[in-house]
């Protein structure tokens, strides 16, 4: 048996890791389920449905946003990908 990475990542971290806005990584994982790495965590107690949520992503999670995200792109739906001119400053 392998080892298997239990580390997850926020979307502001895989943003930047991907060079990506964390907007578009947000549309993109609309098309994600658990099972393909993007889980939410809850911060607040109790958790209901309407409680907001931390998106968090595997490293297959990771593997397939970017995926998604290319598609997009490749399919004129998504801007190009910023460059290190043209990425806004972070605040």
């Known amino acids: 048996m392998g080892y298997r990475n239990s ?3 926020t979307l502001k971290y895989v943003a930047e890791m ?6 578009l990584l947000r549309d993109c994982l609309i098309e994600m389920f658990s099972e393909d790495g993007c889980l939410s965590a809850y911060d607040d107690y109790p ?5 907001e949520t931390i998106v968090v992503f595997t ?7 970017r995926h ?14 910023p460059t290190a001119e043209n990425r806004r400053p972070k605040s």
Not at 18 to 23: A, D, I, N, Y
Not at 47 to 51: C, G, R
């Open 47 to 51: 958790a209901t449905e309407l409680s």
């Open 7 to 9: 580390a997850l990542y």
């Open 18 to 23: 991907l060079g990506e806005e964390e907007e």
């Open 59 to 65: 490293e297959d999670g990771i593997d397939n946003l």
């Open 68 to 81: 998604i995200a290319d598609e997009r792109r490749a399919a004129g739906h998504a801007p190009p990908k």
